[in-house]
């Protein structure tokens, strides 16, 4: 048995995720790995074990949605390890593996029998301050529910115009299949790493989704107060004229990858 250590994430909130967590929990454990816990499921697991703060894991298995696996990439991230999702919600573009598949996967991790799936991620700072990282995408949006916010825009310097609209997506490739292709956005091919930037609901027909190199520096800029959201995981307000710049970072969230995936039939199925 090699000492591998997995590290597992779900949303404590949701009692269906919680359940399959402690149902694969179990079946890892059981198969004679060590297992260390996100901090925030310390009071849910009955096992003593330590959190992925006080054990350094070789993998993370992020149980739920892509919302819980944006989150646990993050994490993977910064601790520069892979990540495998198992999937818990409907959509499950970020996930590789069903529950039932667990013990299947676990197997051939403990073989490193996977490809590692790279993924770029975004950096963002507001008027200079620290960095906050995204995988999907960085959402700046209006604060009241009606009207219209003017936001301005500049790429590598130069300026890209500005658009009377909701709010604004820039997006990585992963997330282009996320909020930005709800907006409108358009599908980028697996493997090709670019920036996109999609308006939200714009008041004009003249402006459409940009798409930029993945080095791209975006400064952006809006005439009234509103929100920077990245992920869904990390909010902050933003108040007039306040700069915001998205630009590519040196992280990169690794997914395992145990099979080539056809993204253009998961659209499909998904979607449809």
Known sequence: MQDITFGFFTNPTKPSAVEGLLAGLDTVLSLGYTCC?????????KHDLPTIEEKHPDYILAFGGDGTILRAASKAAELDIPILGVNLGR????????????????SRLAKHDFKKDKRMMFACRVNGGPEHYCLNEALLYKRAFSGIVDISMEI?????????????????TTGSTGYSISAGGPVIAP?????IITPICPHTLSFRPIIAPADAKMRFSMNSEGYISLDGIYTAEISRDDEIIVYRCD????????????????IRNKLS
């Open 37 to 45: 816990i996100d901090p925030q499921l310390v009071s849910i697991v």
């Open 91 to 106: 959509i499950g573009f970020l996930s590789e593996i069903t529950p039932d598949q667990l013990e299947y996967a676990i």
């Open 156 to 172: 590598n310097g130069i300026p890209a115009g500005s658009v009377m609209c909701d709010g604004i997506i820039a997006s990585t």
């Open 191 to 195: 493997g090709l790493d670019v920036a």
């Open 251 to 266: 992280r990169q969230a690794a997914f395992v990858q145990f099979e080539e995936r056809n993204i253009y039939s998961l």
